[in-house]
């Protein structure tokens, strides 16, 4: 069917077309929902895959990072799992690539980013607002790499 006929089809049954409208707005990409998950955490990714297992290289760097300051405790959204997800969190961080990391609900950046802020020790700083000792700290004779 066209769209144009679905269209047509669904103004002749109103009551379809609002719930139909209704369910868009709620999916797993909508703003709502993606602000809910980015809410629902101090530390949230959206990467390729899962922590256990990531499915490319700049999401297992992310993981890989997070886990040098010692941080285990996070959410992690395998977008390679909905593709209305992986779409939607890009239009809501207006950041064209995966992993994106959020930090206190904020947006941190994806894998050069976290990469750059490691080296530079801003790392331990944002995970030290979100209330996050970076276990960076307890070793003071090694430096971030």
């Known amino acids: 069917m066209t769209t144009l006929l679905r269209l047509l089809t669904l ?8 719930l139909l409208c209704a369910s868009y707005g709620t999916g797993t990409g909508a703003k709502e929902n993606i602000e ?4 629902g955490d101090k530390v949230v990714v959206f990467m390729k895959g899962v922590p256990e297992q990531p499915r490319c290289g700049f999401s297992n760097a992310v993981v890989q990072i997070l886990k040098f300051h ?15 997800l992986r779409q939607g969190v890009k239009e809501y961080s207006n950041w064209p690539t995966i992993p994106q990391v959020y930090i206190n609900s904020e947006f941190v950046g994806g894998c050069d980013i976290m990469l750059d802020m490691h080296k530079n020790g801003e790392l331990v700083e944002e995970l030290n607002k979100a209330g996050i000792r970076s276990a960076l700290l307890d070793k003071p004779d090694k430096q971030a790499e």
């Open 70 to 84: 010692g941080v285990d405790n996070y959410s992690a959204h395998d977008v390679l799992e909905d593709e209305e």
């Open 36 to 39: 809910k998950l980015v809410k």
């Open 11 to 18: 103004q002749s049954r109103p009551s379809v077309c609002r």
